[in-house]
């Protein structure tokens, strides 16, 4: 009998494409969703994180966990009221999920929950990033320090729990790259800001096959930087978007105070880096990746 994988936010742009890569494998797949709706091969629960219901059969029949839901960081200026949203829509679902596996029987083998490498600080410069680096000060790693002592709770009641701080998801199905590619398409790329912020990037099958590995394999256990071996700047990043387009970049920088401007405190997301490292991925596990070089990971996104 096929083992089932409940996921929540598995609507999104990561949890679609894990989803299809699950039912590939012959897992069973299931979603904890505020609507019932129905989509091909998966099953799907109600839950209301607001009201504190779910239906327990998810968790019954759930054989491992994963944690994608979260708001859109990109969705709008951060008001104080949006702050909060983004904490709430990333912690209050599984601490709800906690509460209940405190008081039930269970046969949960994993959980691998999404984080960010936000967790170090929407900009850390050209140090290098690990795992053991501290987190930092600003609001991006607030809101990451808040989902991984969110996701402490399910390896408190004493399931195997792994937290992939995941870079910049290249997919043509959304997130960053079809918004960078746009421009470039149309002969209006250029960086943003310097151009010399690194991005810590991964393909998308590469991030999702990591989940199923962490699921699969006991010995992954705590936090993984989910990012590709190699690193780019973002302006390495637009001209290696326009040389697969086969586009020149004719424009200059996008000035910094352009976008803060526009975008306010959200700004700092594209305007600061990270040069984040798979250090415990590489020193500790047998992970392959598919797309190591970003060149080869464009060419298979943006060229069909």
């Not at 590939?24 to 989509?39: D, F, H, M, P």
């Not at 997130?175 to 943003?192: E, F, Q, T």
């Not at 010995?219 to 697969?244: C, K």
């Not at 970049?249 to 000035?255: K, Y």
Request: hydrophobic content about 40%; overall charge neutral.
């Amino acid at each position: 009998m096929s083992q089932t994988v409940l996921i929540t936010g598995g609507t999104g742009m990561i949890g679609s494409r894990l989803s299809h890569l699950l039912i590939e494998k012959g897992y069973q797949v299931a979603y904890l969703s505020r609507q019932y709706t129905q989509i091909p091969n998966v099953k799907v629960y109600r839950w209301d994180v607001e009201r504190g219901t779910i239906d327990e059969k998810a968790l019954e029949k759930a054989d491992y966990l994963i944690h994608l839901a979260g708001a859109n960081i990109a969705d709008g200026r951060w008001t104080a009221k949006r702050k909060q949203e983004i904490i709430n829509s990333r912690t209050k679902g599984i601490e709800l999920i906690a509460n209940i596996l405190q008081s039930r029987p269970y046969h949960i083998k994993a959980f691998v929950s999404s984080s960010g490498i936000g967790y170090y600080g929407a900009d850390t410069g050209n140090t290098p990033i690990t795992e053991s680096t501290p987190s930092g000060a600003d609001f991006l790693a607030h809101v990451t320090r808040h989902w991984e002592n969110a996701a402490e709770l399910i390896d408190n009641v004493g399931i195997r729990t792994v937290k992939l701080r995941t870079g910049v998801v290249l997919s043509d199905k959304g997130g960053a790259l079809p918004k960078i590619a746009a421009p470039v398409r149309l002969g209006a790329g250029a960086p943003l800001g310097t151009g010399e912020q690194w991005v810590a990037w991964i393909h998308i099958d590469d991030l999702c096959r990591m989940y199923i590995e962490a699921l699969e394999n006991p010995q992954w256990q705590g936090v993984y930087n989910a990012v590709a071996p190699q690193l780019v700047t973002n302006r390495q990043l637009t001209r290696h978007i326009a040389e697969t387009l086969n586009r020149p970049l004719l424009l200059p920088s996008v000035p910094a105070f352009a976008l803060k401007i526009a975008f306010g405190e959200l700004a700092s997301v594209v305007l600061g880096g990270n040069y984040a490292q798979n250090e415990r991925i590489m020193r500790e596990t047998n992970f392959t990746y598919l797309f190591p070089d970003v060149q080869k990971a464009l060419e298979d996104l943006l060229i069909s």
